[in-house]
């Protein structure tokens, strides 16, 4: 499948703003051994605004628990919450898949205040 085929199809910059991600530190991070695939168990704060938030993220490829507390990572903060097995997932936290498809998170290069969005 070329490039061309494999994007999903066109939006409008109005379709895009519904989509609210923010930029959100990572607070604790636990092992999910009740998930069906390799997870951890995120707490995520994105500022007063919107406060701490809850995640299950497959991501136990390419990051520790010990790396993952006090980073800065993405995430959607406005679909509603996802039941994953026990867990109650509030935010998508953002990745992409590195040469073997496994997930690599998605996060600023620079400290930046917790809670903004992108644009």
């Known amino acids: 499948m070329d490039q061309a085929q494999s994007l999903t199809p066109t939006i409008t910059f ?3 703003l519904k989509v609210d ?3 959100g530190r990572i ?3 636990d092992p999910f051994p009740q998930a069906r695939k390799p997870a951890f168990k995120l707490t995520i704060d994105f500022g007063p605004e919107i406060g701490a938030k809850r995640s299950s993220a497959q991501i136990t490829v390419n990051h ?3 790396d993952l507390i006090g980073s800065l990572v993405l995430a959607v903060v406005n679909f509603p919450p996802r039941q994953i097995g026990p867990f109650m997932s509030e935010v998508l936290t953002l990745g992409v898949p590195d040469a073997n498809g ?3 998170l998605i ?3 620079r400290d930046v205040p917790v809670g903004g969005r992108v644009y």
Do not use: L
């Open 27 to 29: 607070v604790a991070a």
């Open 14 to 16: 109005d379709d895009f």
């Open 102 to 104: 496994d997930v690599m």
């Open 107 to 109: 996060r600023p290069d």
């Open 21 to 23: 991600i923010r930029v």
């Open 64 to 66: 520790t628990i010990e």
